[in-house]
């Protein structure tokens, strides 16, 4: 019989984050990057390029919302167990600009049985708010994200 390695949260947060990203074509295709991910946290970048500008030379607000989106289900699966977005919602404050590198940070309010809840707020690079997000969460139990090391 062989025995898997039971992971310290960072860790386990890691290989979730992993799995995930191995198979992220959107996330890729939009230039973003996971900064970082721990149990219930995650945040994430990305560069507004000119291609993600709207007719009013801004970024897209559907954009935003798809970064805030994505930190939401990096700090969500990061108990290796796949989660899924329920519903969320999203308010605008201030507009991204081309160059801007925005910053969602996502960070659980309430993680019980199959549901979370999560708020992610998303910042330029000069630390201006441009959005926050408040997601909810829905976990498929008994699916892990990432499989976990084997012992020896």
Known sequence: MTKTHKPHPQELAELA??????????????????VTVGPGT????????????NGHDICHGGLIATLADSAFAYACNAYNEVTVASGFSIDLFAPGRAGDVLSATATEQN?????GVYDIEVRNQRGERIAVFRGRSYTMRGKAVATLPVLP
């Open 42 to 53: 995650a945040t994430m970048e990305m560069t507004v390029r000119p291609d993600m500008l």
């Open 111 to 115: 993680k019980a049985g199959r549901t």
């Open 17 to 34: 984050r992993d799995a995930m990203w191995a198979n992220d074509r959107a996330c890729k295709a939009l230039g973003m990057s996971v």
